[in-house]
């Protein structure tokens, strides 16, 4: 018998709306169907009638996770096409909060890939002491989660100086746990037998499905965009790149939390080199005709925005293209086959992002057959 | 019924459904199940299924595909049940005013009781608009 | 009809309805509490689980239109009043339950089940494919615990030869418990592994598994429904408890504290939640199996501890 | 690799190109060379990764814009396909990678890629019925 179980648009596996349809014969996958748009908003349009400095809060939030990658590539972006740079002191707080952020987002991942696999203890400790980034950011940029600490052509607050010993007290406080939960995530038999040799993305298909970012790390692709094309200051800055070659998700959480251990020493290595000076250049609200790409790794990989400028204050066109949407298409091949056991935490080892992939567009992958999906279907099966 | 009252005020258990916003507000919601702020003092409990909750948090403004999927999962919950929007965006469509795909604010849609402003709120600012949703019982 | 009567104030008070009810009811709210704590949490109150079922009695009763309506709302009942049946055929209090049958071990590893088909019946009956997919989930997972479970059982009734409740306690006051015989300590960890899948704990919470499948079977319940099947789920903590209690801990002994005798209901209950707070532990400490993980453990691990046993004490 | 060797690989297929700095680089191509280009990218310089497709509505065409990575180094490769008659052989055979992207592209600027494997409506919601939103006549 085979029988259809959606997934979505409400789900508690899910923080945000989408919609998959798996195809099982009992707790077999043997179709998946994605429908993605609930996120769907409408930013490139957005960003195209609005000027660069109101842009940069839509820009912002694109997503709530990675808002400082969305804010920052953004900034960079606007900033190539003026044809400025901006001063030291604001490249090297771009890569603190930046990594700052990566940790935030890899810890808040762990944690809801904890809760996938039904860890609740390891979810609710991962989440306390992600509290630490939390407050961290919070001192820095004064808010917990939106932190607007880019302006076009550089940033709009300061670090201070008595900001410095508690960066490195909760620097300190995290760099522990982190190595604890490393050697807890694998020793602990439960979690092995739950992400050893599930959802396996081959390198090949990671290459040629074009995954970024920890994902295609995971398996193997050694692509970082921090060291392939450097931007703020990661071109002064040693830092190694984690790459594991199983490409299961256990990998993924290995790649993850590893990072965060390099995330401590990038940001323990800015704050000790970081020049003195002003923060911010003026730019003027009028832009030159010009097109100018740039790219960040954000946290879940490779983010890309392009812009073309016509002389006025607002773009011609803006276009973003968010890591999640990127390894979307590498999702099919890790579910067929598994079972719907596997549902959840293989979906979370991608650390999907709807809202960064739907600020433009749906999605919709089919493997083999296809069927349209009715309203009325729908409710019959929701009621 | 005074008794039926105070039971439905010491255990709201949530639905938590994002509505097409940034994600924000839906990490500080679930921030709030977490250590630092513990929601299940209060007995309040995050469900996943309509049927089961009273209070059905919203967070982002509405998005086109999701408006069906709101007012669905509105209908499926019983009586009584109690809507807190969360975040600027429920009550104003926020900075994504003017987007094609938007159809908000959350008011058009279904009765609101309480609005918890911010972009994001904080935890801290959830936990009390849902009590104070509560008072509304 | 004095009879009639006993066995109506059994059934509703004690150790019935009224007092089941209420402690299983703490029970579970100690449990969360402490759940709470180990995960660094203040948690709720312990008497949350009565707010929450008081609430659930008070909303709006819901049955799906594509519902098979008689099945969802008979499965509730029946669980309830199945696992009220159990408590009587235990000793809560002395040797001697409420209820007297002769063979009262299989009519009690009987009924203990008749919840869990409940659950899956609702699950099959409410029409929606969490549903579904939780009581398929159900019924492969009940195979693999309720043979381990039921092997741990005989391996204490070979031991005691007898299949009555009230002989294996009489034997425990005059031996000794059963947990301090060596040859039943493979036993006893076997029945405690399966009592974690019989009542849907972590590890072996699959059938509920609420990132996969929404809340399984229960996914379409609401109001006095739902609330029924929480007692009776509640219920059927405190049960299995008192029923491994009964096998290995001695059942209730009553004792003297400084020449007041404290009655054997007492002791039953602290061994009851003895065992409820080392299912809270291990509740705590492990990820989810998967399904075919669970029902594999179940049938390697545990039906060969249960095995072991069985074969020491023949 | 730097933008220039990206460069160097695709110059028979090229109308005009600029290397804007060591690791941008962009070119412009025509209708009848662009996967000429694009297969002497993935076979001589093994680019697998398009990083995304952009479609832009400059007037009179539209110019879809393929955004490679070369190594280190980013390519923007432009194709310019008239508004008239938008139309394109698809690249997911070169790129498997690419479907989504056509496929947004598809939808949002009517542009139909010919060959796609999937070409069918993904777009926008499922009410949705006011046009293709990126286009610069498109009015809300």
Same mark, same amino acid.
């Given at each position: 018998m085979t029988f259809v179980v959606p997934v979505g648009?409400?789900?508690?596996? +899910?923080l945000e709306p989408e919609h998959f349809r798996f195809e099982v014969r009992g707790e077999e996958i043997i179709d998946v169907k994605i429908r993605l748009g609930?996120?769907?908003?409408?930013i490139e349009r957005g960003l195209m009638d609005r000027t660069y400095h109101q842009g940069l809060y839509l820009a912002e939030r694109i997503c709530g996770i990675c808002s400082h990658a969305h804010n920052l590539c953004f900034s960079q972006t606007v900033e190539r096409l003026a044809g400025i740079e901006i001063p030291d002191r604001a490249r090297y707080i771009r890569t603190i909060v930046a990594e700052l952020e990566r940790i935030h987002s890899h810890l808040l991942w762990a944690g809801v890939a904890a809760h996938e696999i039904g860890f609740i203890t390891l979810f609710m400790l991962f989440w306390r002491d992600r509290e630490h980034v939390q407050d961290l950011l919070e001192m820095i940029?004064?808010?917990?989660? %939106? %932190?607007?600490?880019?302006?076009?052509?550089?940033?709009r607050r300061d670090m201070r100086p008595e900001h410095l010993p508690k960066i490195d007290r909760g620097l300190k406080v995290l760099e522990k746990a982190t190595k604890h939960y490393v050697s807890v995530a694998t020793s602990d038999r439960t979690i092995l037998a739950r992400c050893e040799n599930i959802g396996v993305l081959t390198k090949q298909d990671a290459r040629n499905f074009c995954a970024v970012g920890p994902h295609a790390r995971a398996s193997g692709?050694?692509?970082?965009m921090r060291r392939?094309?450097? %931007?703020?200051?990661y071109a002064e800055i040693p830092f190694g790149v984690v790459t594991q070659s199983e490409g299961d998700v256990f990998a993924r959480v290995v790649v993850r939390l590893r990072e965060v251990l390099e995330a401590i020493g990038i940001i323990r290595h800015a704050l000790n080199k970081m020049p003195t000076g002003p923060i911010r250049t003026r730019v003027r609200a009028k832009i030159p005709p010009n097109e100018a790409t740039s790219r960040v790794e954000a946290p879940r990989g490779e983010l890309l925005h392009f812009g073309i400028s016509n002389?006025?204050?607002?773009?011609?066109r803006w276009r973003v293209r968010p890591p999640t949407y990127a390894n979307i298409p590498s999702l099919v091949p890790m579910f067929v086959g598994g079972t719907i056991a596997e549902i959840p935490i293989v979906l979370a080892s991608i650390d999907p992002c709807m809202c960064c992939t739907d600020r433009v567009t749906i999605v919709d992958v089919t493997t083999g057959k296809s069927r349209i999906l009715t309203m009325e279907e729908l409710r019959r099966m929701a009621r | 019924m005074g008794l039926m009252r105070f039971f439905r005020k010491k255990s709201p258990w949530l639905l938590h459904f994002?509505?097409?916003?940034?994600n924000n507000c839906d990490i500080e919601l679930v921030a709030a +199940?977490? !250590?630092?702020?513990?929601v299940e003092r209060f007995g309040i409990l995050l469900r996943n299924t309509p049927r089961h909750a009273d209070i059905l948090v919203v967070t982002g403004p509405v998005s086109r595909q999701c408006r069906e999927r709101l007012l669905r999962i509105y209908e499926q919950m019983p009586e009584p049940k109690l809507v807190v929007g969360v975040g600027a965006c429920t009550m104003s469509?926020?900075?994504?005013?003017?987007?094609?795909?938007v159809d908000g604010p959350l008011d058009k849609h279904m009765p609101v009781d309480v609005y918890v402003p911010g972009c994001p709120p904080k935890p801290e600012a959830i936990i009390d608009g849902v009590i104070k949703a509560l008072a509304r019982l | 009809m004095t009879e009639a009567l006993s066995f109506l104030l059994a059934y509703l008070i004690f150790p019935g309805l009224l007092f089941t009810g209420a402690v299983s009811l703490l029970f579970v709210g100690i449990d969360r509490k402490i759940a709470a704590h180990m995960q660094n949490r203040i948690g709720p109150?312990?008497? =949350?689980e009565f707010f929450d079922v008081g609430k659930l009695l008070g909303k709006e009763d819901i049955t799906p239109t594509?519902? =098979?309506?008689t099945v969802f709302t008979l499965a509730p009942l029946l669980a309830f009043g199945a696992i009220v049946a159990v408590m009587l055929l *235990?000793?809560?209090?002395?040797? =001697?339950?409420?209820l007297v049958l002769v063979a009262d071990l299989i009519v009690i590893i009987y009924l203990l089940n008749i919840p869990a088909i409940c659950v899956m019946l609702g699950g099959y009956s409410s029409a929606c494919p969490f549903g579904a997919s939780g009581a398929s989930r159900y019924v492969v997972q009940l195979f693999g615990y309720e043979l381990a479970f039921i092997i741990a059982a005989l391996a204490v009734a070979v031991k005691v030869d007898s299949l009555s409740l009230s002989d294996f306690v009489s034997y425990q006051a005059q031996?000794?418990? *059963? #947990? *301090?015989d060596w040859r039943l300590l493979p036993a006893l960890i076997a029945s405690l592994i399966a009592i974690q899948g019989k009542l849907l704990r972590?590890?072996?919470?699959i059938p509920e598994a609420e990132v996969e499948i #929404?809340?399984? !079977? +229960?996914?379409?319940y609401s109001g006095p429904k739902l609330a029924l099947m929480r007692i009776a789920y509640d219920i059927e903590i405190l049960a299995v408890a008192g029923f491994i209690t009964a096998l290995f801990l001695g059942g209730p002994t009553p004792f003297n504290i400084g020449g007041v005798q404290i009655p054997g209901v007492v002791s039953f209950l602290i061994k009851c939640l003895a065992i409820v707070l080392f299912t809270t532990t291990l509740r705590c400490i492990a990820a989810r199996l998967r399904i075919d993980q669970a029902v594999r453990f179940f049938w390697t691990f545990a039906v060969i501890l249960a095995v072991i046993s069985l074969l020491l004490v023949i | 690799m730097k933008a220039s060797e990206a460069l160097e690989a695709i110059e028979n297929y090229v109308v005009e190109s600029k290397i804007l700095d060591e690791r941008r680089a962009i070119a412009v191509t025509d209708l009848a060379r662009y996967r000429g280009a694009l297969f002497a990218l993935r076979k001589n310089?093994?680019?697998?990764?398009?990083s995304t497709i952009s479609g832009v509505d400059v007037g009179e065409d539209i110019a879809v814009i393929y955004h490679l990575h070369c190594g280190g180094s980013l390519l923007n490769l432009k194709v310019m396909v008239p508004k008239k008659d938008p139309r394109l052989r698809t690249v997911t055979d070169i790129f498997p990678g690419a479907a989504l992207y056509e496929r947004e592209v598809m939808e949002m600027l009517g542009v139909t890629f010919e060959g796609h494997p999937d070409p069918s409506r993904i777009f926008l919601p499922d009410d949705w019925k006011e046009g293709h939103p990126l286009r610069k006549e498109w009015k809300r």
């Open positions: 648009p409400q789900h508690p596996a +899910l609930y996120m769907h908003r409408g940029s004064g808010n917990r989660c %939106y %932190y607007s600490m880019c302006a076009i052509g550089g940033t692709v050694d692509v970082d392939d094309d450097p %931007y703020a200051a002389g006025t204050e607002k773009p011609e | 994002s509505a097409g916003g940034c +199940l977490t !250590p630092r702020f513990d469509n926020g900075v994504y005013d003017g987007c094609y795909s | 109150p312990i008497w =949350q594509s519902a =098979q309506s *235990l000793p809560v209090n002395s040797a =001697q339950p409420a031996n000794g418990w *059963l #947990v *301090l972590v590890p072996f919470d #929404v809340h399984g !079977p +229960l996914t379409e | 310089k093994d680019v697998r990764h398009v």
